[in-house]
Nanobody, 114 residues
Framework: QVQLVESGGGLVQPGGSLRLSCAAS????????MGWFRQAPGKAREAVAV???????NYADSVKGRFTISIDSAKKTVYLQMNNLKPEDTAVYYC????????WGQGTQVTVSS
């Protein structure tokens, strides 16, 4: 079993920044490929940023140039730096493997509002 614990969310004004963290624990030695997903009220969960084992990153068009995913494999932690946040970024953010292999964590709420 692998547990995922997201943190770092909060309330921020438009244009502000947040850095999310996701720590993996349990039956996992290192992490290589991970992704960040988000789910807004009434909407389906969507992938916003993914990093592959070779370091390639992919972003949803809506966050390109504003969000940056990074991974510390030894610490089994994946990060999401979010800059220039917009109200439409408001959602619960989750991490998982790109194929959504693991059980979902509780997520971390990000609210962008003035």
């Amino acid at each position: 079993q692998v547990q995922l614990v997201e943190s770092g969310g909060g309330l921020v004004q438009p244009g502000g920044s947040l850095r999310l963290s996701c720590a993996a624990s349990g039956n996992i030695w290192r992490i290589y490929a991970m992704g960040w997903f988000r789910q807004a009220p009434g909407k389906a969960r969507e992938a916003v940023a993914v990093t592959s084992a070779n370091g390639t990153t992919n972003y949803a068009d809506s966050v390109k140039g504003r969000f940056t995913i990074s991974i510390d494999s030894a610490k089994k932690t994946v990060y999401l730096q979010m800059n220039n946040l917009k109200p439409e970024d408001t959602a619960v953010y989750y991490c998982n493997s790109p194929s959504r292999l693991y059980n979902w964590g509780q997520g971390t709420q990000v609210t962008v509002s003035s």
